[in-house]
């Protein structure tokens, strides 16, 4: 009896200390595991967060791109420079006539066109859809048409606003028929530079000298087309800049 007693207490103690074993075994595989997923799981958020960053940088270049784009795209300037050979060259195509008709020459800051009596047009290479334009001028025995065109589909299409002597018109060429808005005269100055500008937007159209309104109409909204200055005289004309841009609908 006492021998059996004792194997029963040897065999008790012996499952106790594998029972013992087991339970110290499955704590460190737990912490182990705990710590590997700890570590993971910090792996993971730092590469969601380098992620992260990496994607607001993408947009933040796009959207820098997109800002550059749409502020060339907004506006459209040229400039007179001592280093323009051919004003016509870099900003300008001819829709009408050529440069041949022109003759032009830089000198004193500003390009003079010695116009032969051709009608001869330039404009922008972009077109525009609702649009301000604005070129500066002084005229030296010129007699004849000052046009900032827009909305230039051909030589039968476009939109304007032009200047001869004091008289300004507002107005349309559709197939070749000039549909005027509004005609008016205003006050010239005997010498000096000359601010002709034209906006419009949506059906609203009007033409200024400077800062002053002097003509304004209403019309059909057109197709997007393009923006420059149509000649159509004979004498010299100076220029010193001539500019368009992009303005929101009235």
């Given amino acids: 009896m006492k021998f059996k007693n004792s194997i029963l207490t ?4 012996i499952g106790i200390i594998l029972f013992w074993g087991a339970c110290t075994s499955s704590n460190k595989s737990g912490e182990n595991e705990t710590e590997e997923h700890s570590h993971d799981d910090d792996a993971d958020h730092n590469d969601g967060e380098m992620a992260m960053e990496e994607e607001h940088d993408d947009d ?5 791109e997109e800002s550059m784009s749409s502020k060339h795209d907004d506006e459209l300037i040229w400039t007179f420079s001592d280093a323009d050979e051919d004003i016509f060259a870099n900003s300008f195509h001819f829709v009408m006539g050529s440069a041949e008709d022109l003759d032009a020459s830089a000198s004193g800051g500003s390009v003079t066109l010695n116009s032969n009596g051709n009608p001869a047009t330039f404009v922008f290479h972009n077109k525009m859809g609702n649009v301000g334009g604005e070129v500066s001028y002084m005229l030296h025995g010129f007699k004849g048409d000052i046009k900032l065109v827009h909305h230039f589909k051909d030589a039968q299409n476009y939109d304007y606003v032009s200047v001869n002597g004091n008289q300004m018109k507002l107005g349309r060429i559709v197939e070749g028929e000039n549909k005027i808005f509004d005609e008016k005269e205003f006050n010239t100055e005997t010498s000096g530079w000359t601010q002709l500008r034209v906006s419009a937007a949506g059906s609203h159209f009007k033409g200024y000298i400077g800062g002053e309104t002097i003509t304004h109409g209403h019309g059909d909204e057109l197709e997007d ?4 200055l149509m000649i159509n005289g004979t004498g010299s004309i100076m220029l010193k800049d001539l500019m368009a841009t992009v303005l929101e609908e009235e």
């Fill in 225 to 228: 087309g393009y923006v420059g």
């Fill in 60 to 64: 933040e270049h796009e959207h820098d």
């Fill in 10 to 13: 040897i065999a008790f103690a």
